[in-house]
């Protein structure tokens, strides 16, 4: 990551198109925002735009079993998990416009049809929702030089056609020579012949082409790199240049894949496609990352209590905020996911047994909540350091009232509504209010620090804005209770009215947060809290900071 550009004045906005073939999770969000990357270190100003072909109006209501993580923007939107790749490889800062899908583009176009803003016209998919698709495009690219537009689905899904047309008519539109296409694409290798087969990748630029697009690049996914020999004949039977025939190789961490681009000369490809100037390409603090992560000083667990981990996906920022905490001491963060459940039952408290940290992250409904409660409580016993995230600072909440503060019956009325104890309740502002689509506490917002906690130490700031996705709080006629039993309040909105942060000074480490600090974490800039957490794991595993990790690395 370098530090921010500024536009060229002089220079006519580009736009790259990123589309996949051959089968889903080829990892189009991450070569997208590798690319953007690159361009960045040759000093072009990037942002980024993901296109999902499902009907709904955006991921909020889905199972995360279904979708994976929601990534909030600091505007309150709920986003595709790939908007967190874009944000931590580059210095863009996405918005709710960043993510459009089917429903969303159809329910724009349906507005407009009711208010009559078509003018009486028979309102079909060409011109006009192929039209909005464009214009969606089009509000990305102020005060940029280079938008990256990713397409999701897969090249020949039925779902993905009406985006596929519009970007066709784009090029159109703007000039062949501002807007190229990549096309990332599978090449196999098939164990029993002992050989790479090229042919996948062959139908899949034939159904591209079949639909009026011919690939400028290709990004070949595979697991070792492509001879020229192979590179020759993909060339030649997909109609690309032979030096736009790409390897993205399998690569041990994410955070290589940028490198492992610029050595195929992706980069310079692009600008040359773009004709944009040859300007000296600056990655050295990818290779410093790169170069880091591969050689930890040591290495320490983090226990992850929550309700979705049969898929990892799930929780994506988290785990890369916690592997962004170790790079910065030098540290291999590995982490082991425990079903909140599990520790439901008699022996589930020997699950965390080798805990060097317990994390629990954001979550919603019942199931698993006497789990997360029963993490909290060993964290805090044992003096495991702890970082409760959203859901897990409620329930660290509701704990400490049961079994400190001596409420017996405190509780949750997301899970218990008749519960005399409202240790957490509904938001104030959404009582009545029974719709679960883009209903919550949504974004970025101000937390004030008090001063000298632990929170404000980490921070080394008073004021933080950090971004939100709760529909429940922290009820403060419960404070005092609390507070008098040793729970600390150690953030809270500017006005008071809600409760951000809540720590235990005679713990170790006990901090919970109702915000989502992981949103905000960067390889190259990691969060504070993160990395505070993942040196206090590390102190309580080895009995030292994890600088002394950091200075024995420098020595060596």
């Known amino acids: ?37 690159l361009l960045e270190g040759h000093g072009y100003t990037v942002t980024l735009q993901k296109f999902d072909p499902y009907l709904n109006v955006d991921p909020g209501t889905m199972s995360p079993y279904q979708h994976g993580e929601v990534y909030v923007t600091d505007d309150g939107g709920e986003t595709d998990l790939d908007l967190g ?16 899908t089917t429903g ?102 034939r159904d591209l082409r079949s639909i009026g697009i011919q690939p400028d690049i290709l990004l070949c996914r595979t697991d070792r790199f ?18 736009a025939v790409i390897t993205a190789k399998d690569v041990s961490t994410i955070y290589e894949v940028p490198l492992v681009l610029a050595g195929e000369g992706l980069d310079r490809i692009v600008l040359k496609y773009l004709h ?48 962004h905490g170790g790079f910065q001491h030098g540290l291999k963060v590995a982490i082991t996911w425990v079903e909140a459940e599990a520790l439901e039952a008699p022996d589930g408290a020997s699950l965390l047994a080798a805990a060097d940290g317990i994390l629990v992250p954001g979550g919603f409904g019942d199931r698993g909540t006497r789990g997360m409660m029963s993490a909290a409580q060993i964290a805090r016993e044992r003096k495991i350091p702890y970082f409760g995230i959203c859901y897990g600072f409620q329930w660290a909440a509701v704990e400490y009232a049961r079994h400190v503060a001596g409420l017996a019956d405190a509780d949750s009325t997301e899970c218990a509504p008749d519960t005399p104890t409202k240790v957490i309740y509904k938001l104030r502002d959404l009582l009545g ?53 040793g ?43 993160f990395a505070s957490f993942v040196d206090a794991a590390y102190r309580h595993r080895t009995g030292h900071s994890a600088r002394r990790a950091e200075a024995s690395e420098t020595v060596a």
């Open 104 to 205: 969303k583009i159809y329910q724009t176009v349906i507005q407009k049809e009711r208010r009559g803003d078509y003018l009486g016209r028979t309102v079909q998919v060409i011109p006009h929702v192929t039209n909005q698709i464009k214009e969606a495009i089009r509000s990305a690219a102020k005060d940029v030089d280079i938008v990256l537009v990713e397409i999701g689905g897969t090249v020949g899904d039925i779902e993905s056609l009406p985006f596929l047309e519009a970007i066709r008519q784009f090029r159109q539109d703007v000039g062949k020579e501002n807007a190229i296409y990549i096309h990332l694409t599978l090449v196999p290798f098939i164990g029993t012949a002992g050989e790479l087969k090229t042919k996948p990748t062959q139908h899949s630029v």
């Open 433 to 485: 209010v029974d719709d679960l689509g883009g209903t919550m506490r949504l974004g970025s917002y101000p937390c004030r620090l008090v001063p000298g906690s632990l929170a404000a130490r980490i921070y080394g700031s008073d004021l933080i804005t950090e971004r939100h996705r709760h529909r429940y709080e922290f009820n403060c006629l419960y404070e005092p209770a609390l507070t008098q039993a």
């Open 1 to 37: 990551m370098l530090n921010a550009v500024h536009k060229n004045p002089m220079t006519t906005t580009k736009y790259i198109f990123v589309t996949g073939g051959v089968v889903s999770s080829l990892g189009k969000g991450l070569a997208a925002a590798s690319i953007g990357a």
């Open 226 to 243: 492509l001879d020229a020999d192979l590179k020759r004949k993909i060339a030649l039977f997909c109609d690309v240049d032979e030096e």
């Open 276 to 323: 944009l100037p040859q300007s000296e390409r600056r990655i050295g603090a990818w290779e410093a990352l790169v170069d880091r992560v591969k050689h930890p000083v040591d290495e320490l667990t983090i226990h992850v209590v929550g309700k979705y981990v049969g898929y990892e996906d799930s929780y994506k920022s988290l785990n890369e905020a916690l592997y």
């Open 85 to 100: 790749h874009y944000e931590r490889f580059t210095n863009t800062v996405t918005t709710r416009n960043s993510n459009w």
């Open 487 to 529: 729970f600390s309040i150690s953030g809270r909105s500017p006005d008071g009215k809600f409760v951000e942060i809540a720590e235990i000074p005679s713990h170790p480490w006990f901090l919970a947060v109702q915000f989502h600090p992981e949103f905000k974490s960067k390889p190259t800039a990691p969060h504070p809290l």
